[in-house]
């Protein structure tokens, strides 16, 4: 009897010893292992194959005026990653090219710049399909104001930009403000100007409900031309808080200025808080997804505080735009923490843009391990190519921004397998999620 017991007793001391190495084994670790290099080779290897969906970008010859609605300021702040001496634009440049030397002096720049203007002038779509093509970048979101005929819609699909519909009013405060904002403006009032002529109005119609129904069939007709978002540039020039006004003010401050006359700061600002609810409820109407710059900003005068993401709180988690999908763009950097928890919500969506280029691969690394670990359903990969200038193009920014996001995200993935928290396979799953996945669920392409 005594025997039985002190057996049962031992295999029961086994059985909890063995069940804590198993709940020990479980827990993911603190730190990663020795192990991280290798597990990040074979990660690579198999990332670098899936094909890219890339969320945001501005893909252009340097020439073309409808890259993007908004311009520079003149002498802007670059951060470092971002200056020609930077050896990794050399890098794209042979790499996509075949560049033979090992600078961008001007007599060896002079070559890049005269095979991009011999593709430029030779028209039609192969020459930036082959840039994706050369980096496995299946279909990629063009921001711009209009589709350029040499970007295959079927590649590049368009999303267009509704600032302008927020200044059709005497402007001139406005772009008194700073120097930037006498930049920014008045390319505004082009934009609106263009839309005006797409759609017949020679003038502002003479009351808000005439205005609203230009602006609505603007968006409408914008997306019956291929659009598959519409772009919010707001925090250039004022906070992403949006308040929600009533109509009947709205109204009366647009007929007290149609005409004429500078509304001030605070008329003016409710006026756009009411038109920014009709573009966001025709978004709904037509199911376009709602992107927004939500990030630092170029320019000596970009205000951090008015583009921080959570000044869109109120706007993404009001039950009534639960149906919108909204994409925050260049996942709110620098605050990327707020940004991740943002996308607790199931409609908001966020992505890696500029920072795939504003900061190195190891500083990516960490931001993609913590959303990842986080919401990892809610995060896309963007590149933000854009042209520098005529030898530094959104070509060689294409290939940046895509290897480091493929290289920081093996990185983030390894360590996290090497911490417990996943297998190697879930990590490939995870990387898939972020490279194409969510974006192809978002906009409805094949998985």
């Not at 029961?12 to 827990?27: E, H, K, P, S």
């Not at 050369?134 to 930009?161: D, G, M, Q, S």
């Not at 193009?393 to 940046?400: D, H, I, N, P």
Request: charged share 25%.
């Amino acid at each position: 009897m005594r025997s039985h017991t002190v057996g049962k007793t031992l295999l029961l001391g086994v059985l909890a010893a063995f069940l804590g190495r198993a709940n020990m084994a479980a827990q993911a670790k603190p730190l990663a292992g020795a192990d991280v290099p290798k597990i990040y080779e074979r990660l690579l290897k198999q990332i670098d194959q899936i094909p890219i969906i890339d969320n945001h970008s501005h893909a252009t010859f340097p020439d073309d005026s409808d890259m993007d609605a908004q311009a520079a300021p003149p002498d802007e702040t670059s951060v470092l990653r971002l200056r020609e001496t930077n050896p990794e634009f050399v890098a794209a440049a042979k790499s996509l090219f075949g560049y033979p030397y090992e600078d961008f002096k001007p007599e060896h720049a002079k070559w890049l710049v005269e095979k991009k203007k011999a593709a430029e002038a030779a028209g039609g779509t192969a020459y930036w399909d082959s840039i994706l093509d050369k980096l496995n970048i299946e279909t990629c979101l063009a921001n711009r104001v209009a589709l350029a005929p040499y970007l295959n819609p079927k590649r590049f699909h368009w999303v267009f930009f509704v600032d302008s519909f927020l200044f059709p009013l005497d402007n001139r405060d406005q772009t008194g403000k700073n120097p930037d904002m006498g930049v920014y403006i008045p390319l505004q009032e082009k934009v609106l100007e263009r839309y005006r002529k797409q759609e017949n109005v020679s003038g502002l119609p003479s009351d808000l409900a005439g205005y609203e129904a230009f602006v609505r069939r603007t968006v409408s007709d914008n997306k019956k031309k291929g659009g598959v978002a519409m772009k919010f540039e707001a925090a250039y020039f004022r906070s992403l808080y949006f308040d929600d006004p009533p109509r009947e003010k709205a109204a009366a401050i647009y007929s007290k200025y149609h005409s004429g006359g500078v509304p001030t700061d605070e008329e003016y600002r409710t006026f756009q808080d009411y038109i920014f609810h009709v573009l966001i409820d025709e978004a709904g109407k037509l199911n376009l997804s709602v992107h927004f710059h939500s990030a630092v900003g170029i320019g000596d005068y970009f205000s951090l505080r008015n583009g921080h993401p959570l000044n869109l709180e109120n706007v993404v988690r009001d039950p009534r735009n639960s149906k919108i999908n909204f994409v925050l763009i260049h996942g709110g950097y620098p605050y990327t923490l707020d940004m991740i928890w943002m996308t607790a919500a199931k409609n908001v969506y966020t992505d890696s843009s500029l920072m795939g280029y504003y900061v190195y691969p190891s500083e990516l690394k960490n931001i993609l391990k913590q959303w990842i670990s986080l919401f990892p359903d809610r995060i896309m990969f963007g590149s933000d190519a854009f042209p520098f200038n005529d030898a530094v193009g959104a070509e060689e920014t294409f290939w940046l921004a895509a290897r480091s996001a493929r290289t920081a995200v093996a990185a983030a993935l390894a360590e996290l397998v090497s911490e417990g928290a996943f297998s190697e396979e879930k990590a490939l799953e995870l990387a898939r999620m972020y490279l194409h996945d969510n974006a192809a669920k978002l906009y409805g392409a094949k998985p």
